[in-house]
């Protein structure tokens, strides 16, 4: 841990994330900056479409940018699922929407290229981060400009995360202490860690719309002008 100004905390300068929402892997959508999620991790998959621009294999990975793509997948191989194709009798990949980059042909072919090494869907070096499997809404308010801000974040992100998003508003938001109901946050911890409960569940058994109520978070300056 880097110690900037008076606020203890990681390098923001080198900090990586861990989740992802639905809503933010929606935003990479285009073959320009493509990203989608499978299996509860996010991947960006634009260095593969710059790879193997113009090829029309590329066709069914473009129409799912930004989308979960889970149901292509077998939960156990977290392989691409298979069945016994009617035409040949042999089990091959299941691809509705046709076939994409690294499948290979139904049939034997003399420009079926097979030297790519693993498909993209094993390789790693296209992940980004986890996908939040549930997401909350809270609400942060900086106490010296009383400006407030809305944000959807994962139940299991850190404060660090939530700081992290909340900058775009406040670049200087590690000079804040961070409190709920006059306690201050422990920034390692989760919202739920920190007594912030996500009652979700209990506004729709009682049928009551929770977003009448969304937590609030006070932010207290420090006299410091750390800016990340």
């Keep these: 841990m880097l110690r900037r100004g008076l606020v203890a905390g990681p390098d923001f300068e080198h900090f990586r994330r861990r989740y992802f929402t639905p809503a933010e892997v929606a935003e990479h959508n285009h073959p320009e900056d493509l990203w989608v999620s499978y299996l509860g991790y996010v991947y960006d998959l634009t260095p593969?479409?710059?790879?193997?621009?113009?090829n029309l294999l590329l066709k069914p990975i473009v129409e799912v940018a930004g989308q979960d793509i889970s149901h292509w997948f077998d939960p156990k191989t977290k392989d691409i699922r298979k069945h016994i194709d009617p035409l040949t009798g042999c089990l091959r990949y299941y691809t509705p929407r046709g076939r994409f980059v690294?499948?290979?042909p139904l049939l034997p072919r003399s420009d079926w290229a097979n030297d790519f090494g693993k498909p993209w869907w094993h390789r790693s070096f296209y992940e980004v981060g986890r996908?939040?499997?549930k997401t909350r809404i809270?609400?942060?308010?900086?106490?010296l400009t009383s400006q407030e801000h809305?944000?959807?974040v994962g139940v299991l992100e850190s404060m660090w995360e939530i700081l992290h998003r909340y900058l775009p508003y406040n670049a200087h938001a590690a000079s804040y202490t961070?409190?709920?109901e006059g306690k201050n946050l422990n920034m390692d911890y989760t919202l739920e860690e920190n007594g912030i409960r996500d009652?979700?569940?209990e506004f729709d058994f009682l049928n009551m719309d929770g977003t009448l109520h969304t937590p609030a978070v006070l932010l207290y300056f420090n006299d410091d002008l750390t800016e990340l």
């Design 48 to 54: 593969l479409v710059q790879e193997y621009k113009g």
């Design 102 to 104: 690294h499948v290979p």
């Design 138 to 143: 809270i609400r942060i308010i900086n106490t």
């Design 131 to 133: 996908l939040s499997a």
């Design 178 to 180: 961070w409190k709920y």
């Design 199 to 201: 009652e979700e569940e």
């Design 150 to 152: 809305t944000l959807e």
